[in-house]
């Protein structure tokens, strides 16, 4: 059960991730223009 909540959570944390490394990409481009 906790194996499968792992590999659950590990691919959504990863995701999450890149997301929030976009996002913060994304805004420091608009706030640096």
Known sequence: M???L???VLP???YT???CGY???CCHQV???
């Open 2 to 4: 906790i194996r499968v």
């Open 12 to 14: 959504v944390a990863e």
């Open 23 to 25: 996002l913060k990409t």
């Open 31 to 33: 706030s640096s223009d």
């Open 6 to 8: 792992i590999l659950y």
């Open 17 to 19: 991730g890149i997301c």
